[in-house]
């Protein structure tokens, strides 16, 4: 079975800074997906980044990056020039490879953008 | 384009009651899924169906059973609903089982008295 980790309950950020969210997973298979969600305050779930873990290159999307160590395990969020909007729960989650499609997800990290 | 609604929004319910979820889609997605979120723990899947006539169980199936008659319909029902049910519930779906972007509906506030 898979697990996430997210470590990080709660962080802050000024706004207009970086901030990085981490996740660990723990898992025995190679082939795998990995992905990061936004849960802003209307509850709805909005993906904001995946990561195919046979591609070395780090994933980008604008404002938001990741750092994926498949050796440590490793998948940690980064945001820039951090928005008022940013602030939500941000989830981690896992797919194996071939397995239904099915998510494993990390216990969220709650993000505050202070103005 | 609505793309997945759920009803209703919010409800409480007493305990012992039975209660049915619902959840469309009008993106002719195959596959749909069942989670449930509890604070701490993220989001935890209940049952999947990778097609129409199908489905399977997830993580925490227990006290929970789903049909999938057709493409566009995923209800989840509790047939006998306990505390340890009051959760918010996520309905998603995704165009197959082979695809691995999964699109989430607005939620379901349950609260089991």
């Known amino acids: 079975a898979q697990t996430v980790t997210q470590s990080q309950p709660e962080m802050s950020v000024q706004e207009a800074e970086t901030v990085t969210l981490s996740c660990t997973y723990d898992?025995?298979?190679?082939?795998?997906?990995l992905f990061w969600y936004k849960q802003p305050p209307s509850r709805q779930m909005i993906l904001v980044i995946r990561?195919?873990?046979?591609?070395?290159q780090n994933a980008t999307e604008n404002r938001f990056s990741v750092n994926f160590q498949k050796a440590a395990k490793s998948f940690s969020l980064k945001i820039s020039d951090s928005q008022l909007g940013d602030t939500a729960m941000y989830f981690c989650?896992?797919?194996?490879?071939?397995?239904?499609?099915?998510?494993?997800f990390g216990g969220g990290t709650r993000l505050m953008v202070k103005p | 384009i609505a793309g997945i609604t759920q009803a209703p929004t919010s409800q409480i319910l007493a305990a012992g009651r039975r209660m049915t979820l619902r959840c469309t889609q009008d993106?002719?997605?195959?596959?749909m899924y069942w989670y449930r979120q509890d604070l701490g723990l993220g989001l935890r899947l209940i049952h999947y169906?990778?097609?129409?006539?199908?489905?399977g169980k997830g993580e925490v199936p227990d006290g929970y059973s789903v049909s999938r008659a057709n493409t566009d319909d995923f209800p989840l029902t509790l047939a006998s609903a306990v505390p340890s049910q009051t959760s918010v519930y996520f309905c998603?779906?995704?165009?197959?089982?082979?695809?691995?972007?999964?699109?989430f509906g607005p939620g379901t506030r349950l609260t089991v008295l």
């Open positions: 998603a779906s995704s165009l197959s089982s082979g695809t691995n972007e999964q699109f």
């Open positions: 898992t025995s298979e190679n082939n795998y997906y």
């Open positions: 990561q195919e873990a046979y591609k070395q």
């Open positions: 989650a896992f797919m194996r490879y071939n397995a239904g499609n099915m998510l494993t």
């Open positions: 993106m002719r997605h195959n596959a």
């Open positions: 169906s990778n097609t129409a006539g199908t489905t």
